[in-house]
T-cell receptor, first 110, second 116 residues
Framework: DQQVKQNSPSLSVQEGRISILNCDYT??????FLWYKKYPAEGPTFLIS?????DKNEDGRFTVFLNKSAKHLSLHIVPSQPGDSAVYFC?????????FGDGTTLTVKP | DTGVSQNPRHKITKRGQNVTFRCDPI?????LYWYRQTLGQGPEFLTY????????KSRLLSDRFSAERPKGSFSTLEIQRTEQGDSAMYLC??????????????FGSGTRLTVV
């Protein structure tokens, strides 16, 4: 049973517009939720996180929203830039480790 | 510090052979994690260490897989009697906080294993 799901394998947006990436989870014991960005031939790179007791965390162009009742989180990128084109992984942390979704490939068109 | 280093970057082996991968974490990180990633999927947890103690192993990890972190620094992941289904990217990550905490993991670039 997949505990962290990213239901959209891909997303394409125009430069300057908002990118919204979504993630659903099933385990209420997760205490942190994280987003990672991955370029080809590299390992994932940590982007932003949110504690399970918060509903929003913002860092520059990146904002993560958490809806605990819906067990849903989203990453907003505003404005999107061509350099944001990458695979984005949602992850959820329990006591010892993080569990990852299968990723969403974001393409930002100039 | 140069980050998390993994060697080799690529490994091609014949089915049935044994392979060993090495991971050198960030020196001040006491937690080290191994993940496996196949095409179109996210990193899948294999095992993790706190210092030299192996604290958790995925039940998906068969007994052909073994990992060590003998002095709480570098770690090795060995796969015995490789099978074609073992072909994947093997990722190592390290962190100060459990599970990465609010600052996440630092990943290496991975070792790509191809079993022919």
């Amino acid at each position: 049973d997949q505990q962290v799901k990213q239901n959209s394998p891909s997303l394409s947006v125009q430069e300057g517009r908002i990118s919204i990436l979504n993630c659903d989870y099933t385990n209420s014991m997760f205490d942190y939720f994280l987003w990672y960005k991955k370029y080809p031939a590299e390992g994932p790179t940590f982007l932003i996180s949110i504690s399970s007791i918060k509903d929003k965390n913002e860092d520059g162009r990146f904002t993560v929203f958490l809806n605990k009742s819906a067990k849903h989180l989203s990453l907003h990128i505003v404005p999107s830039q061509p350099g944001d084109s990458a695979v984005y992984f949602c992850a959820a942390k329990d006591a010892g480790k993080s569990t990852f979704g299968d990723g969403t490939t974001l393409t930002v068109k100039p | 510090d140069t980050g998390v280093s993994q060697n080799p970057r690529h490994k091609i082996t014949k089915r049935g052979q044994n392979v060993t991968f090495r991971c050198d974490p960030i020196s001040e990180h006491n937690r080290l994690y191994w993940y496996r990633q196949t095409l179109g999927q996210g990193p899948e947890f294999l095992t993790y260490f706190q210092n030299e103690a192996q604290l958790e192993k995925s039940r998906l990890l068969s007994d052909r897989f073994s990992a060590e972190r003998p002095k709480g620094s570098f770690s090795t992941l060995e796969i015995q009697r490789t099978e074609q289904g073992d072909s994947a990217m093997y990722l190592c990550a390290s962190s100060l906080a459990l599970g990465g905490g609010p600052n996440g993991y630092t990943f290496g670039s991975g070792t790509r294993l191809t079993v022919v």
